[in-house]
């Protein structure tokens, strides 16, 4: 079976008279380990997804399967559970907390979670084991970003979601944060899905699903994803 499966997912948002169906019908399955894409324009329905697999929304219909444990079918406190356990989550604006230093902020996660990795250990990993003590203001938005990831993975998550990570980067350092990325699903084995609008990303999965107007519009896999030195956008 696979790691994670997504069944008839819908979510509707009501606005006044109007709704919205942001998760039409989605379909699609993730095997352990792998690195994924999920790739679409704006507005198609990407953040919606990602936000419902890490149990901090709920779908109206349909199942999300994790690793046999169906999170659409669960209590505000299993879910509650399972967004700290199991998903580490990384957002496009870094969402460190400001008065924290670096080691501070991963260790907010890590200090509520069983078995967690040391978090200067987590900050030397994602290469910043000189500015454990800094604050994020006193860190470039690639630094603040790679705490943000050392603070997601700290937790040793079953999957790794990262939504449009590289969006306030520049070019050298969005492909640096990927590069990070990429190394946590090849050498740790962690299931990663990395939402996008950027197609260059795309080469670098073994999955990529593509989202259109709320629906899976299409999957591919790659059998060789391309190395992250080797796509420009
Ligand atoms: N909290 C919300 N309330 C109302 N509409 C929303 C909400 N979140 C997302 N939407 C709408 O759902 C659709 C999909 O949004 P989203 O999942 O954020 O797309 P993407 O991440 O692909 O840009 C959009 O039309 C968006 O306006
Ligand atoms: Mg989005």
Redesign the pocket.
């Known amino acids: 079976m696979a790691y994670i499966e997504v069944k008839h997912s819908y979510k509707r948002?009501h606005?006044g008279d109007t709704t919205?169906v942001?998760?039409n019908d989605i379909n699609f399955t993730v095997n352990r380990g792998e690195l994924v894409v999920i790739l679409?324009?704006?507005?198609?329905?990407?953040?919606?997804?990602l936000n419902i697999l890490g149990g901090m929304d709920t779908n109206d219909e349909g199942d999300v399967i994790i690793d046999g444990q169906n999170i659409a079918h669960e209590s505000p406190r299993e879910l509650t559970a399972y967004r700290r356990d199991d998903v580490g989550f990384v957002f496009q604006f870094y969402n460190l907390v400001e008065n924290l230093t670096a080691k501070e902020n991963v260790e907010l996660a890590s200090e509520i979670v069983n078995n967690a990795q040391d978090a200067t250990q987590a900050l030397k990993d994602v290469g910043l084991g000189d500015r454990i003590n800094n604050f994020p203001s006193q860190l470039s938005g690639g630094e603040q970003q790679r705490v943000a990831i050392a603070r997601a993975v700290a937790k040793n998550p079953k999957i790794l979601l990262c939504?449009e990570p590289t969006g306030a980067l520049d070019y050298a350092t969005g492909k640096q944060v990927l590069q990070i990325i990429q190394d946590m699903s090849r050498q740790r084995g962690a299931t990663v899905i990395i939402?996008t609008?950027n197609a260059a990303i795309a080469s670098i999965a073994d999955r990529v699903i593509h989202?259109r107007d709320?629906q899976v519009a299409g999957i591919d896999i790659h059998d060789q994803p391309a190395d992250i030195a080797d796509i420009t956008w």
Do not use: C, Q
């Open positions: 948002y606005m919205i942001a998760n679409g324009a704006s507005g198609a329905g990407k953040s919606t997804m939504d939402v609008h989202f709320a």
